[in-house]
């Protein structure tokens, strides 16, 4: 495959970290996670008793819902999320039963009281690792808390390998309209020596019969630059997945944070490189997965997803995320944002049950962002996905960004990453392949640590 130098760097651009080393890369909020305090917990419960109606704005901000469901069958030697492979039915049950009196406290609070989401997550670890049952006590009883009638999107995680029929057709009765297959690869061999529970052949079972009982949605989940990954195998895992014609794809470039398998490894050999491809390896292969399905039609709509028809397929949790909607985070570890403030629950299982068994919110640690934060929250969030409008900023937080952001914008535009033009800020492909260590160039001094890859 031929390197597009651009894809590498161009001159005078910081310089780009070839190998793939320990840490995470993606930005996927600001200010970042570890600027998040415990002594700010108290102004998030201050948000919530205030009513939504006399929040000026506020009153107008869409609301989504998302749930961690933290277990699954095995874990991953990349994964960096919170989740548990040793609990039994009943503690499974325990943590159903704390996610809805969790549910519960917030439904109470004047600033959730009578609203409606607009859009529902179940994230994990792997939703569908739960029964049809576990599934339908835990949304009935959320429905019955906040209804789900306006809402527009309903996303499940589900991993190939724990998908049955029965169990597709569970998922699909529970009014789940996006479908999103944790794929990743579709070679056998690179799924085992990365320590993914399932197989090729559950993938296409389960694909096909998602696809025959109409699912609205259908993303597959592949990650580029995997251990062991090869050009070769990179090649037919995409001519794999157009194969599929799913209605989104998303790519994942890997990384090798620190509470990972793999970084476990790394410590005890002494080694500081990760075992996987390097990061102009890792753009390369994207960009050509890129090409390959727009050869057949399909758009790209961020750094990370290809869509086959963009009037249909919208992302709207991901969209609300990036654009400040308040989202009501439930379950272990969960991040969310409610009122203005950034919030994360109790990050361990038991801590999580036993808060919210005694009555209270499970949240242990927050942050409320300054006006200027989040304005560079939306505005670097926004950017992944290829361009922003001027005036959308102009008018939200009476900024226009082309001020206040004119330094990091000129470099990025010396660098060859960005075009401004007819009131907007976009992004070429280039820039795009590796917008996450760009996006730090709009970061305030005190939360810019260090240079990404």
Known sequence: MSQNPILSGTPGAPPLRHETTAGNYFVANYPPFAFWKKESVPELHAALNVECGTRNAEEQTPMGVYAHIPFCRKRCHFCYFRVYTDKDAQQIRGYLDALLKELTVYA????????????????????????????????????????????????????????????????????????????????DHILEVNGRAHRSMEIQRAYAFAREIGFPQINIDLIAGMVEETEEKWRETVAKAVELKPDSLTIYQMEVPYNTGIFQQMKAEGKLVAPVADWETKRAWVDYAYREFEKIGYTVTSGTTVVRDPDKVKFLYRQGLFSGADILSIGVASFGHLSGVHYQNHHDFAPYVETVNAGQLPVYRALPPSADERLIREFILLLKLGSVRVDYFTHKFGVNPRERFAEPLQRLADWGFLSRNNGTISINRAGLLQVDRLLHEFFLPEHNTGRYA
């Open 108 to 187: 109470g609070k004047p600033a959730i009281a009578g609203r409606k989401p607009k859009f529902v997550y179940f994230g994990g670890g792997t939703p569908s690792y739960l029964s049809p049952d576990q599934l339908r006590f835990l949304t009935d009883g959320m429905k019955q808390l906040l209804p789900w009638e306006e809402a527009e999107e309903v996303t499940f995680e589900a991993e190939p390998g724990t998908l049955t029929d029965h169990k597709l057709q569970a998922i699909r009765g529970l009014g789940v309209t996006r479908l999103s297959l944790g794929i990743e690869h579709f070679d």
